[in-house]
């Protein structure tokens, strides 16, 4: 079974072992459309359960949609989503979608502060306290990752191109159409939650004071969906405006989806979980591992 160059299968079981198998290659792999969503919302939550269920409940959501788009194209019904314009609009709506959730969820009064000198190390001295934080936000809500999840289903890339052209229209009728894209989604799944539940506990283990190590998590979280969700939305509205500017394709000796040909998608999971994301949770946990030693 080679999972780089993929043939219809011989049964409808060795196609769907095929579809997921593809998916947990799709979990692992930096993908635009799963990471930076799983990241915000499940290191946000500070806890391994809600973590794994928040990766459980954006993964099933774009099972659900896999499953969809997987029948559509056993009818052909599906070509629409190979247009290049399809994953800029995708690209603008999850970025809405990110924003909202950023502000929405977690609220804070200083997601964004820039202090300098003596009034940072204040600053930070009231955090240590507890003075400062302000903790006030909304509970981490599950059906904002449902809604992410099932959205950002609909982008189009080299997984999709398989599930949509190959592994669909192989099954035997449209009884059983959805099920390699709704299998390939459990692959997913399974990376997912696993993922949730180790970005849940980050915060847990920073030696630091709860509300600190709430706090940083949080923050994370928050500047993570704002700033990636802004970066999304601007990346969709420049390639509406003119395709040619994202259309770059970056060819690599690794013979894995999403690590063979790096296009935008790969830059801005990466831009927005380790340039923004972890990049974050370090600076800060950095800044408040000193405060503490000295207070």
Known sequence: MDLFNVHAQASVLMTLILAYSLGIVHGITPDEHTWP???????????????????????????????????????????????????????????????????????????????????????????????????????TTYKMAIVHGFIAGWGFG?????????????????????????????????VQILAGAFFGIMGKRLSLPENVSQHIAKLTAARTLVLGGVMFALSGILGLSDPKLLSFNIVTPIKVHNLHNLNIGFFLVIAVVVGIGLSTFLIETIKYKRLYKTT
């Open 158 to 190: 080299a997984f999709a191109l398989i599930l949509y052209t190959v592994l669909a229209p192989s099954m035997p009728n449209a009884y059983v159409a959805w099920l390699p894209g709704f299998v390939f989604g459990l692959g997913t799944t399974t």
């Open 37 to 139: 969503i799983t990241f915000s919302y499940s290191i946000g939550s500070y806890s391994a359960k809600k973590g794994f269920l928040i990766g459980l409940a954006f993964s099933l959501a774009f099972s659900v949609q896999r499953a969809l788009a997987s029948e559509l194209a056993y009818f052909s019904l599906i070509s629409f989503m190979s247009k290049p314009y399809i994953d800029y609009i995708v690209y603008v709506i999850v970025g809405s979608a990110m924003v909202f959730g950023g502000l929405y969820v977690f609220r804070f009064n200083n997601v964004f502060h820039i202090h300098f000198g003596k009034i940072d190390k204040i600053h930070h001295q009231e955090a240590l306290s507890g003075k400062y934080i302000d903790e006030k936000h909304k509970k």
